[in-house]
């Protein structure tokens, strides 16, 4: 509750000199009715019809100075310095934090927590002067370029010894590291590492700085990274445990889902610098190189190097969560996640989350006995790490991103609610009304919005204040996600309540658009009979336990998106992807388009989907598949993915896969096959009210 009375000379200290004082409004203010006291709060007063006081602003300017009082006239130089202003105000007073136009340079990610948001019913905003957009970068300016090399049009410039990003931001791109593609038949795979098979490759081992080599595949569904640790003559020997981790699970590095399809790459040597757009960086000689895409003069290019792996950490307790805490109008670039580059590599297995450390176990023939799973590696499905976003949510409550850019960031741009591995301050989940409209996330290295975690306390928290609820993602725009970590979906919720997907704009990705639901169906109630299997034994493994109990995942609704133009890497998932039991869930009014390929898939119901209604969807241009449920007819007459529905979509393209009967209680019924764009009129209202709306326009 606000407290009320008091007037404002008394509230605020040291932010009201008389030049801010200055700055806050005047004229009449019209009383608010008091709410009833709460029994908890016997200490707080209310004096009937008294006004609330005068809500506060604080600016921020590149030109201000910190010893500044925060008024338009004398605003403070850093975000920190307006951070620590708030928490004088933020008990007393609704605090706007009005941020001008530039570039405003962290030397270390800001972290929020309890004490930063709105206290007492109170409200903080952290916004970007009208039309400004100002951005909040962990990124530093690289200039005074040269010609290193004239005949391969390579450049060169001074950064701080030590520094090797993974990420940089030229003329407002992404560029990628150098990098070449290497056939898999010139190599042959081992638990230590490759042979190299091709007389042809041998000249690898000429290189020098090897152990900064990354190996990198890609096949079905994962994206895999390990590095280098040296080669001698046909050996590529690799780091651990990072190469270990890959060579387990599904779809790894040895042996992936589809040779066909498979993919090799060697990354970040200055030979393999060959392609305009990319980058490598020398750290022991403070050197940074980079071959210009056409018409990109370096003298006059804005060249910005990451040097954080994070921004923003918003993070309270269980007990005592983040509240009421605004962003609006602002912009996000410029981190660098570095894990990747180290022995850990990134063992990817889906969509941000990977496999980390020494598996207990470890099967001798790795290659030949956990290529298609096996108990070491289903040991560890409940121990999968996340990778941290760039801006980190947990233990809060009405927080709202709107009307913001996150561009050119180094992994996921936003994380809400996820393992308290993938958030600075060491702690995760416990995400409720959380907003993110009208924003628009584009040229990512990793996905945009990831929600939720998959470890235990994700789907079933030892606490109710754990959970995640209330999550609404609505009217944003989408595109070229997924550079650098390209198994990641744009959208990902894993574990939550009542989240809504609605109206966004999705695009240009190499994997899903929109992905809901985890765990496969191991965790919902009485567990799946497919990971009974002794192939599996997924519940031998202790602490995968068979729960009785439903998981935190239902009533999702994804509603009115547009995407389109996803899935261009990847055979595997789908436009709109879920997993699991979701009761309530719904995926209505949607329009999915241009999902190329002889497997391209639109709407993709898999292991241990139940209780979703797919309804009113139009589906355009689709080279394989509208509509699948993996109803894993494998293992029948047990039964798994059950009690869906689908009925009045519109497709002219695709067929329908899955096991569609009474028996398992799924019913494709009603659904229209249209040639070509003969939309029927309904069909055509969904698609005009799909994707982003007018209104939500600043």
């Known amino acids: 509750m606000r407290r009320r009375g008091g007037g404002l000379v008394a509230a605020v200290g040291i932010a009201l000199a008389p030049a801010a004082a200055a700055q806050l409004p005047v004229g009449p203010v019209l009383p608010r009715v008091a709410p009833p006291i709460p029994s908890d709060a016997p200490h707080r007063i209310v004096i009937p019809n008294r006004p609330d006081p005068v809500p506060v602003v604080l600016h921020v300017a590149g030109t201000g100075s910190d010893d500044g009082d925060g008024s338009a ?41 309890a004490d930063d948001g709105g206290q007492n019913g109170y409200t903080v905003r952290w916004e970007g002067a009208a039309g400004a957009y100002p951005t909040v970068s962990g990124g530093v300016p690289v200039t005074g370029w040269t010609r290193a090399d004239r005949g391969r049009d390579i450049w060169v410039a001074a950064i701080p010894r030590g520094s090797d990003p993974l990420q940089l931001s030229v003329a407002g791109r992404l560029a990628s590291r150098a990098a070449i593609e290497i056939p898999r038949a010139a190599v042959a795979f081992t638990p230590a590492g490759l042979t190299i098979t091709d007389p042809a490759w041998r000249a690898l081992a000429q290189l020098p700085d090897q152990r900064r080599i990354a190996v990198e595949g890609m096949s079905w569904f994962t994206h895999r990274h390990a590095m280098v ?5 046909d050996r590529i020997v690799m780091q651990q445990p990072g190469w270990r981790n890959n060579l387990v699970g599904y779809d790894t590095l040895a042996r992936p889902v589809s040779a066909e399809v498979a993919r090799l790459f060697l990354v970040n040597a200055l030979a393999f610098l060959r392609e305009p757009g990319q980058f490598y960086a020398d750290p022991a000689a403070g050197r940074l190189y980079y071959k210009p895409r056409a018409g990109e003069a370096m003298a006059r290019t804005a060249v910005v190097m990451p040097r954080l792996e994070s ?50 176990d470890y099967p001798a023939d790795p290659i030949r006995d956990c290529s298609w799973g096996c108990r070491p590696f289903e040991a560890m499905r409940n121990r999968f790490r996340q990778q941290p976003a760039a801006v980190q949510v947990a233990a809060a409550r009405r927080i709202v991103f709107d009307d913001d850019r996150f561009a050119q960031l180094g992994q996921v741009a936003l994380g809400i609610g996820n393992n308290p591995d993938a958030n600075d301050a060491g702690i995760g989940l416990g995400a409720s009304a959380i907003e993110v409209t009208r924003s628009a996330f584009t040229d990512l290295a990793g996905g945009a919005i990831m929600v939720g975690g998959v470890q235990p306390d994700a789907h079933h928290p030892q606490r109710p204040e754990m959970g995640l609820r209330d999550i609404v993602i ?4 989408i595109s070229h996600v997924s550079r650098d970590y390209k198994e990641q979906s744009a959208i990902l919720v894993t574990y939550a309540s009542g989240t809504i997907i609605m109206n966004n704009d999705v695009s240009d990705a190499p994997y899903d658009g929109i992905d809901v639901g985890w765990g496969w169906g191991t965790n919902d109630p009485g567990g799946s009979a497919e990971y009974w299997r002794g192939q599996r034994g997924y519940y031998d493994a202790p602490g995968n336990r068979v729960y009785d109990t439903p998981t935190t995942l239902r009533d999702t609704v994804i509603v009115g998106n547009r995407v389109a133009r996803v899935k261009q890497w990847f055979p595997d998932g789908g436009a709109i992807y879920h997993l699991s039991a979701d009761p309530g869930a719904l995926i209505a009014e949607n329009y999915v388009a241009d999902v190329a390929g002889s497997g391209g898939i639109a709407i993709y119901l898999d292991e241990g989907s139940r209780y979703v209604t797919v309804r009113n969807n139009v589906i355009d241009r689709v080279g394989g598949v509208w509509l699948t449920l993996n109803s894993q007819d494998h293992i029948a007459p047990r039964r798994t993915a059950m009690d869906n529905r689908a009925t009045g979509n519109w497709y002219n393209s695709g067929r329908l896969q899955g096991g569609w009967t009474d028996y398992l209680d799924n019913r494709a019924e009603a659904n229209v096959a249209v040639t070509g764009d003969a939309w029927p009129a309904a069909a055509k209202a969904v698609i005009d009210r799909s994707g982003v709306q007018p209104a939500a326009a600043r």
């Open 474 to 477: 609505r009217n944003n725009r």
């Open 311 to 360: 921004l923003l950490s918003i993070a309270g307790s269980h007990d005592r969560p983040v509240a009421d805490l605004q962003f609006r109008g602002l912009s996000f670039s410029d981190t660098s996640w570095l894990q990747p580059a180290s022995a850990e590599g990134y063992a990817s297995q889906q969509s941000g989350s990977y496999l980390s450390g020494e598996l207990p």
């Open 229 to 233: 640790e040296r080669i001698e003559g």
């Open 73 to 113: 006239a004398h605003p403070f130089a850093t975000l920190l310095r307006a951070q620590a202003a708030v928490r004088r105000l933020n008990r007393d007073h609704d605090v706007t934090v009005r941020i001008a136009a530039g570039a405003y340079r962290l030397a270390a990610p800001l972290r929020f927590t």
